[in-house]
Protein backbone atom coordinates (compact mmCIF):
# COMPACT_ATOMS: atom_id res chain seq x y z
CA UNK A 1 0.00 0.00 0.00
CA UNK A 2 0.92 3.53 -0.59
CA UNK A 3 0.18 6.88 1.03
CA UNK A 4 0.92 10.14 0.51
CA UNK A 5 -0.46 13.50 2.44
CA UNK A 6 -0.36 17.11 1.33
CA UNK A 7 -1.12 20.39 3.53
CA UNK A 8 -1.21 24.41 1.96
CA UNK A 9 -2.03 27.65 2.66
CA UNK A 10 -2.61 30.78 1.36
CA UNK A 11 -3.70 34.60 2.16
CA UNK A 12 -6.70 35.17 1.25
CA UNK A 13 -6.98 38.15 0.30
CA UNK A 14 -3.77 37.28 -2.12
CA UNK A 15 -5.65 34.53 -3.70
CA UNK A 16 -6.95 35.80 -6.56
CA UNK A 17 -3.74 37.70 -7.26
CA UNK A 18 -1.57 34.53 -6.87
CA UNK A 19 -4.10 31.96 -8.56
CA UNK A 20 -3.09 34.04 -11.15
CA UNK A 21 0.52 32.98 -11.32
CA UNK A 22 1.71 29.93 -12.77
CA UNK A 23 4.07 29.06 -10.05
CA UNK A 24 1.08 28.76 -7.48
CA UNK A 25 -0.89 25.86 -9.96
CA UNK A 26 2.75 23.88 -9.89
CA UNK A 27 3.64 23.95 -6.48
CA UNK A 28 0.41 22.86 -4.33
CA UNK A 29 -1.72 19.56 -5.32
CA UNK A 30 -5.45 19.78 -5.57
CA UNK A 31 -7.28 21.10 -2.49
CA UNK A 32 -10.48 22.63 -1.47
CA UNK A 33 -12.75 20.61 -3.27
CA UNK A 34 -15.96 19.29 -2.24
CA UNK A 35 -13.98 16.41 -0.84
CA UNK A 36 -12.41 18.12 1.47
CA UNK A 37 -13.07 17.69 5.09
CA UNK A 38 -12.61 21.10 6.58
CA UNK A 39 -11.51 21.35 10.53
CA UNK A 40 -13.20 23.84 12.69
CA UNK A 41 -12.54 27.42 12.78
CA UNK A 42 -10.94 27.57 16.04
CA UNK A 43 -7.92 28.68 17.49
CA UNK A 44 -5.32 25.71 18.46
CA UNK A 45 -8.04 23.11 17.13
CA UNK A 46 -7.31 19.80 15.50
CA UNK A 47 -9.30 17.62 13.27
CA UNK A 48 -11.07 14.48 14.46
CA UNK A 49 -8.36 11.02 14.40
CA UNK A 50 -8.28 10.80 10.43
CA UNK A 51 -7.88 7.15 9.35
CA UNK A 52 -5.73 6.53 6.82
CA UNK A 53 -6.88 4.20 3.75
CA UNK A 54 -3.86 1.84 4.30
CA UNK A 55 -1.16 1.98 6.76
CA UNK A 56 1.75 3.35 6.18
CA UNK A 57 5.28 3.12 7.59
CA UNK A 58 6.74 6.12 9.46
CA UNK A 59 9.82 6.37 11.43
CA UNK A 60 10.36 2.91 11.87
CA UNK A 61 6.55 1.92 12.43
CA UNK A 62 3.45 1.17 11.69
CA UNK A 63 0.87 4.21 11.48
CA UNK A 64 -2.69 4.09 10.20
CA UNK A 65 -4.03 7.65 11.26
CA UNK A 66 -3.51 10.98 12.09
CA UNK A 67 -4.54 14.52 13.05
CA UNK A 68 -4.54 17.50 11.61
CA UNK A 69 -3.77 20.08 14.03
CA UNK A 70 -4.78 23.92 12.82
CA UNK A 71 -1.00 25.27 14.33
CA UNK A 72 0.47 23.44 11.16
CA UNK A 73 1.23 19.98 12.09
CA UNK A 74 0.34 16.61 11.30
CA UNK A 75 0.93 14.20 14.39
CA UNK A 76 0.00 10.68 14.32
CA UNK A 77 -0.23 9.44 18.07
CA UNK A 78 -2.16 12.53 19.49
CA UNK A 79 -3.32 15.80 18.54
CA UNK A 80 -1.10 18.73 19.81
CA UNK A 81 -2.65 21.96 20.68
CA UNK A 82 0.81 23.71 21.41
CA UNK A 83 0.97 27.09 20.14
CA UNK A 84 4.28 28.04 20.68
CA UNK A 85 6.68 25.60 18.12
CA UNK A 86 9.07 23.74 20.22
CA UNK A 87 13.08 22.87 18.81
CA UNK A 88 13.39 19.24 17.93
CA UNK A 89 13.53 17.05 19.24
CA UNK A 90 10.44 16.56 21.09
CA UNK A 91 11.47 13.64 22.45
CA UNK A 92 7.93 12.72 24.24
CA UNK A 93 6.63 9.04 21.78
CA UNK A 94 4.27 11.25 19.58
CA UNK A 95 5.79 11.58 15.55
CA UNK A 96 4.71 14.50 14.29
CA UNK A 97 5.64 16.67 10.72
CA UNK A 98 5.77 20.20 11.45
CA UNK A 99 4.77 22.02 8.23
CA UNK A 100 5.28 25.16 9.59
CA UNK A 101 4.56 24.94 13.50
CA UNK A 102 3.22 28.27 15.01
CA UNK A 103 0.32 30.52 15.97
CA UNK A 104 -2.25 30.09 13.42
CA UNK A 105 -5.97 31.05 14.24
CA UNK A 106 -8.42 30.26 11.53
CA UNK A 107 -11.15 31.97 13.41
CA UNK A 108 -9.57 35.31 12.17
CA UNK A 109 -8.94 34.26 8.63
CA UNK A 110 -7.98 30.54 6.69
CA UNK A 111 -9.71 27.19 6.15
CA UNK A 112 -7.90 24.07 7.25
CA UNK A 113 -8.88 20.95 5.16
CA UNK A 114 -7.88 17.77 4.58
CA UNK A 115 -8.54 14.74 1.86
CA UNK A 116 -6.54 11.40 1.03
CA UNK A 117 -7.05 9.62 -2.72
CA UNK A 118 -6.18 6.51 -4.12
CA UNK A 119 -7.59 8.14 -7.44
CA UNK A 120 -5.24 7.44 -10.38
CA UNK A 121 -4.43 11.08 -11.43
CA UNK A 122 -3.95 11.75 -7.77
CA UNK A 123 -1.45 9.16 -7.15
CA UNK A 124 0.44 9.70 -10.58
CA UNK A 125 1.44 13.07 -9.39
CA UNK A 126 3.10 11.51 -6.25
CA UNK A 127 4.76 9.55 -8.16
CA UNK A 128 5.99 11.26 -10.95
CA UNK A 129 7.35 14.11 -8.07
CA UNK A 130 8.81 11.51 -6.02
CA UNK A 131 10.59 9.51 -8.58
CA UNK A 132 11.95 12.90 -10.09
CA UNK A 133 13.32 13.57 -6.48
CA UNK A 134 15.08 10.49 -5.32
CA UNK A 135 16.87 7.57 -7.09
CA UNK A 136 13.56 5.13 -6.94
CA UNK A 137 12.30 4.44 -10.49
CA UNK A 138 9.75 1.65 -8.89
CA UNK A 139 8.09 3.64 -7.02
CA UNK A 140 4.45 3.96 -6.95
CA UNK A 141 2.35 5.65 -4.48
CA UNK A 142 -0.41 3.87 -3.22
CA UNK A 143 -1.88 6.68 -0.78
CA UNK A 144 -1.78 10.40 -0.77
CA UNK A 145 -3.42 12.41 1.62
CA UNK A 146 -3.22 15.98 1.61
CA UNK A 147 -3.41 19.27 3.93
CA UNK A 148 -3.71 22.67 3.10
CA UNK A 149 -3.77 25.88 5.05
CA UNK A 150 -5.37 28.13 2.86
CA UNK A 151 -5.26 31.61 3.57
CA UNK A 152 -4.34 31.89 7.63
CA UNK A 153 -3.74 34.45 10.28
CA UNK A 154 -1.58 34.45 13.01
CA UNK A 155 -3.43 34.96 16.67
CA UNK A 156 -3.31 38.40 17.88
CA UNK A 157 -3.68 39.93 14.58
CA UNK A 158 -6.96 42.28 12.78
CA UNK A 159 -9.41 40.54 11.21
CA UNK A 160 -9.00 43.22 8.23
CA UNK A 161 -4.93 42.30 8.38
CA UNK A 162 -4.19 40.66 4.96
CA UNK A 163 -1.09 39.30 6.21
CA UNK A 164 -1.93 35.52 5.90
CA UNK A 165 0.04 32.40 5.09
CA UNK A 166 -1.04 29.65 2.26
CA UNK A 167 0.73 26.40 2.98
CA UNK A 168 0.25 22.31 2.17
CA UNK A 169 1.68 19.29 3.37
CA UNK A 170 1.69 16.13 1.11
CA UNK A 171 2.40 12.53 2.35
CA UNK A 172 2.52 9.73 -0.14
CA UNK A 173 3.29 6.44 0.27
CA UNK A 174 3.91 2.74 -1.67
CA UNK A 175 2.86 1.35 2.21
CA UNK A 176 7.09 0.27 2.94
CA UNK A 177 8.07 3.85 1.73
CA UNK A 178 7.12 7.32 3.02
CA UNK A 179 7.47 10.91 2.12
CA UNK A 180 6.15 13.81 3.29
CA UNK A 181 6.39 16.99 0.76
CA UNK A 182 6.04 20.34 1.66
CA UNK A 183 4.80 23.23 -0.01
CA UNK A 184 5.02 26.85 0.51
CA UNK A 185 2.98 28.76 -1.52
CA UNK A 186 3.07 32.65 0.43
CA UNK A 187 4.50 33.12 4.15
CA UNK A 188 4.10 36.59 5.26
CA UNK A 189 3.87 36.38 9.13
CA UNK A 190 6.31 33.84 11.63
CA UNK A 191 4.68 34.28 14.62
CA UNK A 192 1.23 35.07 16.85
CA UNK A 193 1.40 38.01 19.55
CA UNK A 194 1.11 34.76 22.33
CA UNK A 195 4.73 33.64 21.52
CA UNK A 196 6.27 36.91 21.45
CA UNK A 197 5.48 38.25 18.23
CA UNK A 198 4.89 41.96 17.20
CA UNK A 199 1.83 43.13 15.45
CA UNK A 200 3.67 42.67 11.99
CA UNK A 201 3.55 38.46 12.92
CA UNK A 202 7.32 38.56 13.48
CA UNK A 203 10.02 38.27 15.90
CA UNK A 204 9.51 36.60 18.79
CA UNK A 205 9.57 32.62 18.91
CA UNK A 206 9.30 32.05 15.28
CA UNK A 207 7.80 29.14 13.35
CA UNK A 208 9.44 26.20 13.00
CA UNK A 209 9.27 23.59 10.11
CA UNK A 210 10.69 19.62 10.34
CA UNK A 211 10.06 15.97 10.95
CA UNK A 212 9.84 14.26 14.59
CA UNK A 213 10.32 10.63 15.30
CA UNK A 214 9.35 11.35 19.16
CA UNK A 215 12.16 9.98 19.89
CA UNK A 216 15.68 11.65 20.90
CA UNK A 217 17.02 10.77 17.32
CA UNK A 218 15.53 10.65 13.90
CA UNK A 219 14.24 14.19 13.28
CA UNK A 220 14.81 17.40 10.95
CA UNK A 221 14.75 21.05 10.99
CA UNK A 222 14.24 23.03 8.33
CA UNK A 223 17.32 25.52 8.51
CA UNK A 224 16.06 29.05 9.85
CA UNK A 225 13.52 27.38 12.00
CA UNK A 226 12.73 29.26 15.24
CA UNK A 227 14.31 32.59 13.61
CA UNK A 228 13.24 35.18 11.05
CA UNK A 229 14.58 33.42 8.36
CA UNK A 230 10.95 31.37 8.13
CA UNK A 231 9.99 34.33 6.70
CA UNK A 232 11.15 33.63 3.86
CA UNK A 233 10.88 29.83 3.32
CA UNK A 234 8.89 29.89 0.23
CA UNK A 235 12.01 30.72 -1.90
CA UNK A 236 13.94 28.08 -0.32
CA UNK A 237 13.53 24.34 -1.08
CA UNK A 238 15.68 20.80 -1.35
CA UNK A 239 14.63 19.79 -4.40
CA UNK A 240 15.13 22.35 -6.55
CA UNK A 241 11.52 23.57 -6.61
CA UNK A 242 11.25 26.99 -5.31
CA UNK A 243 8.76 27.03 -2.07
CA UNK A 244 9.05 23.48 -1.84
CA UNK A 245 10.64 20.60 0.90
CA UNK A 246 10.17 16.43 0.78
CA UNK A 247 11.91 14.20 3.04
CA UNK A 248 11.61 10.08 2.99
CA UNK A 249 10.37 9.78 6.62
CA UNK A 250 9.55 5.93 6.77
CA UNK A 251 12.93 5.22 8.47
CA UNK A 252 13.96 6.21 12.18
CA UNK A 253 16.63 8.56 10.62
CA UNK A 254 14.86 11.13 7.98
CA UNK A 255 16.50 11.19 4.90
CA UNK A 256 16.24 14.05 1.95
CA UNK A 257 17.19 13.28 -1.83
CA UNK A 258 21.27 12.92 -1.33
CA UNK A 259 20.09 10.44 1.68
CA UNK A 260 21.65 13.04 4.53
CA UNK A 261 20.57 11.91 7.89
CA UNK A 262 18.88 14.41 9.67
CA UNK A 263 19.37 14.60 13.24
CA UNK A 264 20.91 17.74 13.26
CA UNK A 265 20.78 21.30 11.49
CA UNK A 266 23.91 20.86 9.57
CA UNK A 267 22.54 21.47 5.65
CA UNK A 268 22.81 25.26 6.12
CA UNK A 269 23.37 25.21 2.41
CA UNK A 270 19.87 24.90 1.83
CA UNK A 271 19.28 28.29 2.66
CA UNK A 272 21.69 29.91 0.04
C1 LIG B 1 -14.37 14.02 -5.59
O1 LIG B 1 -14.32 12.62 -5.41
C2 LIG B 1 -15.02 11.90 -6.41
C3 LIG B 1 -14.99 10.44 -6.02
O2 LIG B 1 -13.67 9.99 -5.82
C4 LIG B 1 -14.36 12.16 -7.76
O3 LIG B 1 -15.03 11.47 -8.77
C5 LIG B 1 -14.40 13.65 -8.04
O4 LIG B 1 -13.71 13.91 -9.22
C6 LIG B 1 -13.77 14.42 -6.91
N1 LIG B 1 -13.92 15.84 -7.12
C7 LIG B 1 -12.87 16.66 -7.21
C8 LIG B 1 -13.19 18.09 -7.45
O5 LIG B 1 -11.73 16.28 -7.09
C1 LIG C 1 -2.40 -2.17 9.72
O1 LIG C 1 -1.53 -2.37 10.79
C2 LIG C 1 -2.14 -2.98 11.92
C3 LIG C 1 -1.11 -3.09 13.01
O2 LIG C 1 -0.52 -1.86 13.26
C4 LIG C 1 -2.68 -4.35 11.55
O3 LIG C 1 -3.37 -4.89 12.64
C5 LIG C 1 -3.62 -4.20 10.37
O4 LIG C 1 -4.02 -5.48 9.94
C6 LIG C 1 -2.96 -3.48 9.22
N1 LIG C 1 -3.91 -3.25 8.17
C7 LIG C 1 -3.67 -3.59 6.91
C8 LIG C 1 -4.75 -3.28 5.92
O5 LIG C 1 -2.62 -4.09 6.57
C1 LIG D 1 7.22 1.05 17.46
O1 LIG D 1 6.16 1.16 18.37
C2 LIG D 1 6.32 0.35 19.52
C3 LIG D 1 5.06 0.46 20.34
O2 LIG D 1 4.62 1.78 20.43
C4 LIG D 1 7.55 0.83 20.27
O3 LIG D 1 7.75 0.02 21.40
C5 LIG D 1 8.75 0.73 19.35
O4 LIG D 1 9.87 1.27 19.99
C6 LIG D 1 8.49 1.51 18.09
N1 LIG D 1 9.62 1.33 17.20
C7 LIG D 1 10.22 2.35 16.60
C8 LIG D 1 11.36 2.02 15.70
O5 LIG D 1 9.86 3.49 16.76
C1 LIG E 1 -12.95 29.54 3.50
O1 LIG E 1 -12.72 30.77 4.17
C2 LIG E 1 -13.52 31.82 3.75
C3 LIG E 1 -13.10 33.09 4.46
O2 LIG E 1 -12.50 32.83 5.69
C4 LIG E 1 -14.97 31.50 3.99
O3 LIG E 1 -15.78 32.56 3.54
C5 LIG E 1 -15.31 30.23 3.25
O4 LIG E 1 -16.62 29.87 3.53
C6 LIG E 1 -14.40 29.11 3.63
N1 LIG E 1 -14.68 27.95 2.82
C7 LIG E 1 -15.09 26.83 3.35
C8 LIG E 1 -15.42 25.75 2.38
O5 LIG E 1 -15.18 26.64 4.53
C1 LIG F 1 6.96 -4.05 1.57
O1 LIG F 1 8.01 -4.79 2.12
C2 LIG F 1 7.69 -6.15 2.31
C3 LIG F 1 8.86 -6.83 3.03
O2 LIG F 1 10.06 -6.45 2.43
C4 LIG F 1 7.41 -6.80 0.95
O3 LIG F 1 7.03 -8.14 1.12
C5 LIG F 1 6.28 -6.05 0.29
O4 LIG F 1 6.06 -6.53 -1.01
C6 LIG F 1 6.59 -4.56 0.21
N1 LIG F 1 5.43 -3.84 -0.31
C7 LIG F 1 5.53 -2.97 -1.29
C8 LIG F 1 4.26 -2.30 -1.70
O5 LIG F 1 6.59 -2.68 -1.83
C1 LIG G 1 13.80 37.83 2.98
O1 LIG G 1 13.92 38.06 1.60
C2 LIG G 1 13.85 39.44 1.25
C3 LIG G 1 13.83 39.53 -0.25
O2 LIG G 1 14.89 38.80 -0.80
C4 LIG G 1 15.03 40.19 1.86
O3 LIG G 1 14.95 41.55 1.55
C5 LIG G 1 14.97 40.02 3.36
O4 LIG G 1 16.11 40.57 3.95
C6 LIG G 1 14.88 38.54 3.75
N1 LIG G 1 14.63 38.45 5.17
C7 LIG G 1 15.41 37.74 5.97
C8 LIG G 1 15.03 37.76 7.42
O5 LIG G 1 16.34 37.10 5.57
C1 LIG H 1 17.19 23.57 -10.98
O1 LIG H 1 16.07 23.78 -11.82
C2 LIG H 1 16.35 24.64 -12.92
C3 LIG H 1 15.08 24.81 -13.71
O2 LIG H 1 14.00 25.07 -12.87
C4 LIG H 1 17.42 24.05 -13.78
O3 LIG H 1 17.74 24.97 -14.81
C5 LIG H 1 18.66 23.78 -12.95
O4 LIG H 1 19.61 23.10 -13.73
C6 LIG H 1 18.32 22.92 -11.75
N1 LIG H 1 19.49 22.77 -10.91
C7 LIG H 1 19.88 21.60 -10.47
C8 LIG H 1 21.08 21.59 -9.60
O5 LIG H 1 19.30 20.58 -10.76
CA1 LIG I 1 -3.48 29.01 17.27
Redesign the pocket.
Known amino acids: MAFCAALAVIALATFTALRATSSAARLLYPYGSENDTFNKNEDDGTSALIELYSNITL ?4 SSSLYVNNNGLLSF ?1 APISVFTPKDLPVAD ?1 N ?1 FLAVFWADIDNVIAGNISYWQSNELSLLNQATSDVRSYFSLPSFSAALVFVATWHGVAYYGSSASSSMVNTFQAVLCSNGNLTFIMFNYESILWTTGTSSGGNNKGTGGTQALAGVN ?3 QT ?1 YYKIPGSLSEDMINISSTSNVNVTGRWVFRVDK ?1 HPEDASGIIGDVEKCKKYLC
Open positions: FGNVKGPSGYGL
